[in-house]
């Protein structure tokens, strides 16, 4: 049987009726050519992990709809055992001695994880092919990108390779993917995911997410790992999601930002939602602001990496200071080493309140636009990025259009507010492009909801 082709929940479902078992589902999906080069490495103790969790299945002590599930994680989160490299030479041998909240949580509910996907090189990048070992491909056309920096993520997702990913999002790391890949990114309320165990590009932004096969898949992925966390201060309180599937959404206001398509708006029109277009005055700056801000925070992080501590060490260096160079030299790759800099560049004296401070001012402004915004609509519908996914090699010659691309995903970023992508249709080529719905903070109960009613709709699920 193709068990790729069954949702996360369906799979659930079928364990508890005994008509499969997660060593056979371990078994399934291990067994599949990664053609798209999704995963960096697999979990060798998977098959006894699955038995292991079957037993407490059958024992009755594991109640989560996705008991005995499968799933791959971004390798940039933490786990124990398991090689966790952030697709960089630097890392390519750490192994942590620790899991992250998330993956304890994965855990505790029963959930099996395959192994760590591919991502652009420390989550640095727009279309996953920063990744030292290789671009992920898209498994609608493998000629094409399948986005970043969780490439891995939704190739594994949309490749049937994995019924369910963890991304991170700094920003729109969840949702471009998503967007290129067909499938549905949830990137929540900043805090409402622990960030404890994954390894840190920009802290203020980044934020753990979810890539499904649909809404409900994507709700029951989020109760699992949201809530707070004592280990780490940022984190919130966070209400389980509940969808209904016979709530009505006539009367809902979605603002809807430029350059959305005609399509997508059409899809929330059909549930009786009132929709109103609207220009965003700030839009210009969110990409500026954004990349100093995050470049900033990655200068700063990225400091730990010397060579001595742990990660990647040079050989070839007779000083404690040339140790530090070439390591970093040798072990981070050019796009990584380019933020760097100008991280560096944007924090040095006589440019700090030129381009840092002026940044912050900027995300200031851009969040009290916001909640005007949402003193007038219920959520903000805008487009993921202006087109589809882009050919392999495409971007990375124009970096300046490639950083231009995020300019809608940065702004869910700098406001901390949740995003879930949903289908807009396709292009002349017939790859999905996607939309992304914003709401106010914690109300991903909502964005699912309707995420879901649109589903249901569509496709009668």
Not at 124 to 147: C, F, Q, V
Not at 298 to 323: H, K, P, Q
Request: proline share 3%; glycine share 10%; with cysteine.
């Amino acid at each position: 049987m193709d068990y790729g082709s069954f949702t996360a929940l369906e799979l659930g479902k079928m364990i508890k009726a005994g008509e499969v078992t997660s060593p056979e589902l371990c078994e399934f999906f291990l067994s599949k050519n990664d053609e798209y080069n999704a995963f960096i490495s697999k979990n060798k103790n998977a098959l006894s992990e699955a038995e292991e969790i079957q037993k407490k299945i059958d024992g009755g002590e594991l109640a989560s709809p996705l008991a005995g599930v499968p799933i791959a994680v971004k390798d940039n989160i933490c786990t124990d055992g398991i090689k966790t490299t952030c697709a960089s030479k630097m890392l390519s041998d750490f192994v942590p001695p620790y899991d992250a909240t998330v993956i304890k949580k994965l855990k505790n509910a029963g959930l099996l994880i395959l192994g760590k996907t591919n991502m652009d090189e420390f989550a640095m990048g727009s279309t996953g092919e920063t990744s030292y070992y290789g671009a992920a491909l898209n498994p609608l056309d493998i000629k094409r990108a399948a986005g970043g920096s969780s490439s891995g993520s939704a190739a594994a997702v949309a490749g049937s390779l994995a019924p369910l990913a963890l991304g991170s999002d700094t920003g729109g790391s969840v949702r471009m993917p998503a967007s290129y890949c067909g499938v549905t990114g949830l990137k929540p309320t900043y805090g409402a995911v622990s960030r404890y165990g994954l390894i840190a590009y920009a802290s203020s932004f980044d934020t753990i997410g979810t890539i499904c096969k649909n809404a409900a898949d994507t709700a029951a992925l989020y109760n699992i790992i949201s809530s707070r966390d004592i280990k780490d201060s940022t984190s919130l309180e966070c209400k389980k999601l509940m969808l209904n599937s016979g709530r009505t959404h006539k009367g809902v206001k979605i603002g809807v930002m430029e350059n959305v398509s005609d399509k997508a708006v059409k899809r929330f029109e059909n549930l009786g939602a009132k929709v109103e277009r609207f220009s965003f005055k700030l839009l210009e700056y969110a990409v500026p602001a954004y990349y100093i801000i995050a470049c900033a925070q990655a200068s700063s992080n990225l400091a730990r990496y010397d060579g001595v501590r742990y990660g990647y060490r040079s050989e070839a260096s007779a000083t404690i200071g040339g140790l530090f160079k070439n390591s970093r030299t040798e072990g981070f790759g050019s796009e990584v080493k380019k933020r760097i800099m100008l991280g560096n560049f944007v924090l040095s004296a006589g440019y700090y309140d030129e381009y840092y401070v002026k940044a912050l001012k900027v995300k200031n402004m851009i969040n009290k636009e916001f909640v005007k915004l949402f003193e007038k609509y219920d959520y903000i519908l805008a487009p993921v990025t202006d087109s589809a996914a882009p050919r392999l090699g495409e971007s990375l010659d124009k970096p300046l259009k490639m950083y231009s691309s995020d300019v809608y995903n940065v702004l869910a970023n700098l406001t901390g507010l949740p995003a879930v992508t949903v289908s807009a249709g396709n292009d002349k080529n017939g790859m999905p492009v996607g939309a992304q719905l914003i709401g106010k903070a914690l109300s991903e109960n909502g964005l699912l909801d309707i995420i879901n009613a649109i589903e249901r709709e569509e496709y009668g699920i």
